[in-house]
């Protein structure tokens, strides 16, 4: 039994690999996060297969255990047989957790407080640095002001030039301040020393590519894991703020330059270079540390910068600091390339016992992590917000792609709304981390994952520049073949653009054949794609003796013509192997290999490219590989150029004996099992994509909610986030079934599967039944999806109509026994019966009268109602100059005609000359001019006024658009939590009437603007919406005050209508304000 104390991403990681020891059967993560409380896929704990996912040993954190009571933790530790206490991250080692269980007979991989002072300590670290010569940076020690006023007068005298300022003790990732000048740098000790305390350090500035060097020690020797090099900064090219990690790479070159170069260790420049530094730094360390009577038992984490070649021609590194335990993100690109028993190092370390030197390693593998953050990280992010997609990664040891959970948390109640159990709890949410050969195979990986929007929530965002573009990782244009200029270039066929398509996506269709490396005999290019069934492996078939190929043919349809219009096109190539792979499933076929052909009027090879992203996405989640295909541009094909039209095919394969429908087994009384869809999948799209241009926005209607989510849909997860447009929900991307059926085909549970495709239930399910078998369908037994009951209205069809053109929510029928149905859905949790087989041909729907067609939008596009919706709410807009933000809350009301859940019904200006006048003159308004001079009682008689002159015209939401006066209680407990003001700038931050000066002043890169509620306080009220914008450089207060405005204008209108809508209210505290949300609120990224 093992603990692992923390609740990142790291901690995932760390247990993921512990759990993978013989000697580990149970794994405990306290705090934890939703990926280690024990939730695993049925598939990864199928009893017949000879693999068993790691994450089964998971075991929910125990109540009433906190580990910041060391002493209530060592009592249960006792009491539950914990063999290994590993602890993640610093701050309860700085505390002294491991000398309290150390104590009380616990072993814990981690080093005891006065050890973990070399990191907690940063004055502590140097100074120990400088008296066991390890190479850093020169510095001084400031105590308080007085010292840093002292180096501030000396500057001159000083050996080195200080810029950097850092804060000597923890300050969770943002101790650190780097300046271009030595007065910024006093200027940022000065402030660290008010926010962190002292000491204060000032160092000298050392440029070049960094490092992480970290060794597991037993207090005498190091074993080294393979160097890893992450990025801290926020945004692509390393620019934005410092974050806690947005990514990392392992191994990584240590005589390379390049910010982010993985390479497989074992070259010899990379060999010889990490035994030197393994010396200089991490022994050097650990033999200093035990000199002084801290022995250090744990991860050494050496945190080193390439400062050039000395004098001796060799690299020159010195060291930033040193961490008492293992780096984050690092961790999650180390631990899948370690080839070694992680629990038994932890207990060689804790016992004394370590064999040193570098530690084992999978041979001629990388890998790389993306770290996936919730906009606005790292400011301050809200949470729970439903997660989708990370339980589809089996994280399984040896797949190329894995999900490592940070931020997360399991919430029972987004469960019940949205389909989701996992909710966002933290800025960084989670880490994908692809293991492949080589670095063009872990970028195709991410690529395709992330293009594929495989994982979704509310402001998911991520360096692009780690994984590659979506399309590709060129650095600059395509180069121009010879071809370019020739005839048949001439003729419409850019064959350059077509070789450089064959560039991007040979890692593509490489990542895929890795899970099939012995069987696909070749890679993309031959003449045809050799696939050897010898060598295909049994895993999902057991013994084959009489092997039977399945294959199918499938396309996407004119959901194609919604990726065009939104321009996103990763999900429709899942959509694409989906189709065809859950046809095979239906046979009883594992898919063996996939093919597609990508077809248009003029090729755009990063369009292209992003397609085979998520074919190749696609793929990996079927465990099929993507051997080849056809990329055909035709010139006067079709009707545009930018049209795409695909088509894939898949070869399975099963053994005779196994292959589905088993006809001569069914029988009347027979159950009939679900699975749900994740939307419309890619059927029924002519006519969605008829009624939603009706909409008065279309694909970029805002959705409040899921509108694919049903009741029971809680275990899937695979629906698209609250909070996003139509179009992007149009466009989730089709389940694939194979690894949730797979195990219970080969275990003889199933007779029948049904894929629900073009014809819906009533035309797919008699494909699989005896022809003189039917089926009764009980409507009741789970929600048709608001969407298809909307557009049931729109399209005037009744519900046998519906099932006939759409999936009406179900992606997969299962037909079962009823000996055999108990241990089916104790398998597949999420599965539920909806019907069962009768003696009579065709398929009857029970239970008609309860689905009911939807009149109005307004419950599912989140403010789109019909006519017959309720009255638009009245709203009074208070303004005192030129009145862009009342016009840009005219232009909303207009834009949305009937559908506007507000109508602005009065204007009044304390500025008779005001322009805002004209403007609501001219919309025709009813407008008033109030002067505040007029009322000699000040502010309060002033606001009397006001809210009499918004009653008589039946206000019932206030707007202040550019409304220059400070309103009191007056007017707020006339209309409480209902009146809202916008502010230029990211709130909390720089409050007050010179908001673009003071973020100028500050030198931030983003700022932004907020809409909120106003209360006494300026700028104090709950937050509604927030969007942010970048500071450039260069600008002035007038370029910076024009793009804000721009953002405010898109904005403001938005927040005015969720609060009109009902979408969010104002809730009074104590403890404090709040603005609550009944739906998702719309991502930040429909403002930018």
């Known amino acids: 039994t093992v603990l692992v104390i923390g609740s990142g991403g790291r901690e995932h990681a760390v247990a993921w690999k512990l759990a993978q020891s013989v000697q580990v059967s149970t794994v405990y993560v306290v705090p934890g996060n939703a990926g280690t409380r024990g939730f695993v896929n049925d598939i990864s704990n199928d009893s017949n297969s000879s693999v068993i996912n790691p994450q089964a040993k998971f075991r929910p954190p125990p109540p009433g255990v906190d580990i910041k009571d060391f002493a209530n933790l060592s009592n249960w530790c006792r009491s539950s047989s914990v063999d290994l206490v590993f602890v993640g991250p610093e701050d309860p080692l700085s505390k002294g957790i491991a000398d309290v269980l150390t104590e009380a007979g616990i072993a814990v991989f981690g080093p005891s407080r006065l050890a973990s002072e070399i ?5 502590f670290a140097k100074q120990f640095m400088k008296r066991n010569s390890i190479p850093t940076p020169d510095f001084v020690v400031c105590e308080d002001l007085a010292a840093i006023e002292a180096i501030a007068a000396s500057l001159s005298s000083l050996p080195f030039k200080p810029l950097v300022a850092k804060a000597s003790g923890l300050a969770a990732g943002k101790g650190v301040v780097v300046s271009d000048t030595p007065a910024e740098a006093i200027a940022a000790a000065k402030d660290l020393l008010k926010r962190c305390g002292g000491p204060i350090l000032l160092e000298a500035r050392v440029d070049g590519p960094e490092l992480s060097l970290i060794g597991f020690s037993d207090g005498e020797r190091v074993s080294v894991l393979p160097p890893a090099r992450d990025r801290k900064r926020r945004l692509d090219g390393d620019c934005g703020p410092n974050t806690g990690g947005m990514g990392a790479a392992a191994p990584c070159r240590l005589d390379s330059d390049r910010p982010f170069s993985p390479i497989a260790s074992d070259q010899p420049t990379n060999k010889e270079l990490l035994s030197r530094l393994e010396r200089d730094f991490l022994q050097r360390a650990i033999d200093g540390l035990r000199a002084e009577g801290r022995r250090f038992v744990g991860a050494l984490y050496a945190g080193l910068i390439r400062a050039g070649v000395d004098a001796n021609g060799q690299d020159d590194f010195q060291a930033l600091e040193f961490n008492c335990r293992l780096g984050d993100p690092e961790t999650q690109a180390l631990m899948p390339l370690v080839d070694c028993d992680l629990y038994q190092l932890c207990l060689d370390c804790v016992h004394g016992s370590l064999t040193p030197g570098p530690l084992p390693c999978q041979p001629s593998r990388v890998s790389l992590a993306a770290v996936l953050v ?17 339980d589809s990664f089996a994280n399984q040891p040896g797949d190329p792609l894995l999900a490592f959970h940070a931020g997360t948390a399991c ?18 949410v989670c880490n994908l981390v692809a293991v492949a050969t080589g670095p063009a195979e872990c970028r195709a990986a991410l690529r395709a994952a992330l293009g594929a929007r495989r994982i979704r929530f509310l402001g998911v965002d991520w360096r692009r520049d780690i994984a590659g573009c979506v399309a590709g990782d060129q650095t600059g244009p395509v180069a121009q073949s010879q071809s370019g200029s020739s005839a048949y270039a001439s003729s419409g066929v850019n064959v350059a653009e077509g070789d450089h398509l064959v560039d991007l996506i040979k890692p593509l269709c490489s990542l895929t054949c890795l899970t099939a490396s012995s069987a696909c005999l070749e890679g993309i290019g031959s003449f045809g794609a050799p696939y050897s069934l010898n060598n295909c492996g049994g895993d999902f078939l057991g013994h084959c003796p009489d092997p039977v190929l399945v294959s199918g043919v499938d396309g996407v349809g004119t959901k194609l013509l919604v990726a065009e219009a939104v321009n996103q096109w990763g999900g429709v190539g899942v959509d694409l192997v989906a189709m065809c792979v859950n046809d095979v499933l239906c046979r009883g076929a594992r898919p063996l290999f996939f093919l597609d052909t990508y077809s248009c009027g003029r090729l755009d090879a990063r369009v292209a490219a992003a397609v085979v992203a998520g074919v190749s996405d696609g793929c990996l989640q079927a465990g099929c590989a993507l051997v080849g295909g056809e990329t055909a541009e035709m010139p006067g094909m079709y009707a545009r150029d930018s049209s795409v039209d695909l088509i894939g095919c898949c070869v399975g394969i099963v053994d005779r004996s196994r292959m589905l429908p088993r006809l001569d087994q069914m029988a009347a009384g027979d159950p009939i099992v679900a699975l749900l869809s994740s939307g419309l999948h890619s059927n029924g799209y002519s006519l969605a994509r008829k ?10 209607s805002r959705v409040a909610y899921s509108t694919m989510t049903t009741v029971a849909s809680s275990a899937a997860g695979d629906g698209p986030p609250a909070g996003c447009p139509l179009g992007e929900e149009l466009l989730t991307p089709t389940r694939i079934y194979v690894n949730q059926l797979g195990p219970l085909i080969r275990s003889g549970l199933i007779t029948g599967l049904a894929h629900i495709t073009g014809g819906g239930i009533i035309g797919n399910l008699p494909r699989c039944l005896p022809t003189h078998l039917g089926a009764n369908i009980n409507l009741t037994a789970w929600q048709i999806p608001k969407l298809i009951r909307w557009l049931m209205h729109s399209a005037g069809m009744g519900i046998e109509e519906a099932c006939c053109t759409f999936n009406c929510g179900i992606g997969m029928l299962i037909v079962t026994k009823q000996q055999w149905l108990a241990n089916l859905l104790n398998r597949l949790p999420e599965a539920f019966v909806v019907g069962e087989l009768v003696a009579k041909p065709g398929v009857n729907l029970i239970g008609q009268d309860s689905v009911s067609p939807l009149a109005t939008m307004e419950y599912v596009l989140g403010g789109l109602p019909s006519a017959t919706a309720t009255q638009p709410v009245a709203l009074g807009v208070l303004i005192s100059g030129t009145g862009t933000n009342l016009q840009a809350l005219l232009d909303y009301s207009r834009q949305m005609g009937t559908s506007c859940p507000y109508r602005v019904a009065l204007v009044i200006s304390n500025v008779a000359t005001a322009q805002g006048l004209q403007r609501a003159t001219k919309a025709g308004v009813p407008t008033s001019v109030l002067s505040h001079k007029d009322y000699p009682g000040g502010r309060p008689e002033f606001d009397a006024a006001l809210v009499e002159e918004l009653r008589s015209k039946g206000v019932q939401l206030v707007a202040m658009a550019g409304f220059m006066r400070i309103v009191t209680r007056v007017l707020l407990d006339a209309f409480p939590g209902r009146v809202l003001n916008t502010h230029p700038s990211l709130l909390p931050a720089f409050k007050g009437a010179h908001a673009h000066r003071d973020v100028l002043a500050s ?6 603007c907020t809409a909120h509620f106003v209360v006494p306080e300026v700028d104090a009220g709950p937050i509604v919406l927030q969007a942010p914008a970048p500071v450039l450089p260069g600008d002035s207060e007038e370029t910076l005050q024009d793009r804000v405005k721009l953002l405010e204008h898109r904005l403001f209108p938005a927040a005015v209508a969720a609060v009109a809508r009902g979408d969010c209210r104002f809730v009074a505290g104590p403890p404090a304000d709040k603005c609550v949300w009944s739906c998702e609120p719309p991502s930040m990224a429909e403002f930018m």
């Open 119 to 123: 990191e907690w300590s940063k004055a």
């Open 374 to 390: 919730q906009s606005p990280y790292p400011a301050s992010c809200p949470g729970r917000y439903p997660v989708q997609g990370l």
């Open 411 to 428: 919430d029972a109640a987004a469960a019940a709304s949205s389909g989701a159990q996992t909710v966002t709890a933290g800025g960084r």
């Open 691 to 700: 009624m939603i241009r009706q909409l008065p926005d279309g694909y970029n």
């Open 1003 to 1008: 030198g931030v890169r983003v700022t932004g």
